[in-house]
C-alpha cells in the first residue's frame, strides 16, 4: 500500500514569510508525528496527535510553529515568521496505536534564505 | 530526559564481514525500540521493531537484540554488502501515560560504510 507521503519536497522561503508543510499518513494510521533533522541537533520530535485526544506539542520550539490535522488523516506543520534556523528536514511519521512502529515519509527539505 | 547514544560514529569495512552497532539508554522505562536505516537525503526506513519484552527481532540478514535493564541494544548485520552502506539510527519511545507515549527519541546515528 502507498506509504506517508509529504509536500512538498524542498521549499525555499524568505526569512520572515510563513510556510506549510503537509503530511498524509499511511491509511488507518490513527497516530502522527512530526520530527526535525538538522545539521548538528539530529533528529526532534516537534508534535504528536494521537487519534482524537489533545496533542503533545512538547517539543515545538516556539510559538511560532504549530500544527493541525484534520478529519484524523492529513496534517499540516505551519511555522509562522521564518527563521534561518528553520532550515531544516521537516519528517513526518505515522504509525497504529497498537504497536507505535513508526513509518517516515521522505520529508520536505525547508531552506530559508 | 531519556539520552540515546549510538556507538560507534562511523564504521567502514570490507564487504562480507560480519557487525555490530551499537545503542544505549539512559531511561529503561521504554514501550519499544525501533532501528532506522537512512539513505542520504531520504527519509527513515524501519528496519526492526524490538517491544519491551521482548529480547531480540530478526529479519533477513539483521539481528537486533534489546537488554532493558542494562539500557542497550544492538544491531547485528551479517554478511555485510556494498548496499548496507547507510546511516543506522536507533530510536526509543517512552512508556509513559498520556500523550508522550509515542514520541521518539534518536540517536545520532552510526554512519556505515562497506566497501568492495
Known amino acids: 500500500g502507498a506509504g506517508v507521503s509529504q509536500s512538498p519536497s524542498n521549499k525555499v522561503t524568505e526569512k520572515g514569510k510563513d510556510v506549510e508543510l503537509r503530511c498524509d499518513p499511511i491509511?488507518?494510521?490513527?497516530?502522527l508525528y512530526w520530527y526535525r533533522q538538522s545539521l548538528g541537533q539530529g533528529l526532534e520530535f516537534l508534535i504528536y496527535?494521537?487519534?482524537?485526544?489533545?496533542?503533545?506539542k512538547s517539543g515545538l520550539p516556539s510559538d511560532r510553529f504549530s500544527a493541525e490535522r484534520t478529519g484524523g488523516s492529513v496534517s499540516t506543520l505551519t511555522i509562522q515568521r521564518t527563521q534561518q534556523e528553520d532550515s531544516a528536514v521537516y519528517l513526518c511519521?505515522?504509525?497504529?496505536?497498537?504497536?507505535?512502529?513508526?513509518?517516515f515519509g521522505p520529508g520536505t527539505r525547508l531552506t530559508v534564505t | 530526559k531519556q539520552e540515546v547514544t549510538q556507538i560507534p560514529a562511523a564504521l567502514s569495512v570490507p564487504e562480507g564481514e560480519n557487525l555490530v552497532l551499537n545503542c544505549s539508554f539512559t531511561?529503561?522505562?521504554?514501550?519499544?525500540l525501533q532501528w532506522f536505516r537512512q539513505d542520504p537525503g531520504k527519509g527513515l526506513t524501519s528496519l526492526l521493531l524490538?517491544?519491551?519484552?521482548?529480547r531480540e527481532q530478526t529479519s533477513g540478514r539483521l539481528n537486533a537484540s534489546l537488554d532493558k535493564s542494562s539500557g542497550r541494544s544492538t544491531l547485528y548485520i551479517a554478511a555485510s554488502q556494498p548496499g548496507d552502506s547507510a546511516t543506522y539510527l536507533c530510536?526509543?519511545?517512552?512508556?509513559?501515560?498520556?500523550?508522550?507515549?509515542?514520541?521518539?527519541?534518536f540517536g545520532q546515528g552510526t554512519i556505515l560504510t562497506v566497501h568492495p
Open positions: 530510536a526509543v519511545t517512552p512508556h509513559a501515560g498520556g500523550t508522550s507515549y509515542g514520541k521518539l527519541t
Open positions: 524490538i517491544q519491551s519484552s521482548q
Open positions: 496527535f494521537q487519534g482524537n485526544s489533545a496533542p503533545d
Open positions: 531511561d529503561s522505562a521504554i514501550y519499544n
Open positions: 491509511s488507518g494510521h490513527t497516530a
Open positions: 511519521a505515522s504509525s497504529l496505536l497498537s504497536t507505535y512502529e513508526q513509518y
